[in-house]
């Protein structure tokens, strides 16, 4: 196998939940390959370069080797090389550590009661104005 289909690729390596998604970022122009922007249909090869805008973040990979279908993450971690930027990364671990913020709740501890509820409401509204760059 010389070539497989860059949806395909992102698909089959974990970049993407479904092959449907991958095709939808190369269809909104997403996708490049060697800096060059990749419809559906277009083939990688091993030692290119590709780069998926996902989710505001630019992600860069090198192309190490290709699979003919999806196989598990510890299987599909070899077959590319994430060359991202680091300050990308930092841009992007800060955004996904501030997503699983304060109000997550512990597993197995259900939905919070009305009580804490209003304690929730009080401490956001409470941060919300001692924050300093709020002005009046």
């Excluded at 991958?22 to 800096?35: F, G, H, L, P, S």
């Excluded at 370069?49 to 598990?72: M, P």
């Excluded at 919070?112 to 009080?122: G, H, L, S």
Aim: hydrophobic fraction near 30%; glycine fraction near 4%; proline fraction near 4%.
């Amino acid at each position: 196998m010389e070539s497989v289909r860059v949806d395909k690729w992102i698909w089959t390596v974990r970049l993407s939940k479904s092959r449907t998604v991958a095709t939808k970022y190369c269809k909104e122009n997403k996708v490049k390959i060697n800096t060059l922007v990749a419809k559906p249909s277009s083939h990688v090869k091993p030692g290119d370069t590709i780069e998926i805008a996902k989710q505001g973040f630019n992600f860069l990979f090198t192309v190490n080797k290709l699979l003919k279908s999806r196989v598990s993450a510890t299987l599909a971690q070899p077959c590319y090389d994430n060359i991202t930027p680091e300050e990308e990364l930092n841009k992007y671990k800060s955004w996904f550590i501030g997503k699983a913020g304060a109000e997550r709740r512990q597993k197995g501890d259900g939905r919070p009661t009305k009580k804490e509820r209003r304690e929730i409401d009080e401490y956001k509204i409470n941060s919300f104005l001692l924050d300093d760059d709020f002005d009046e």
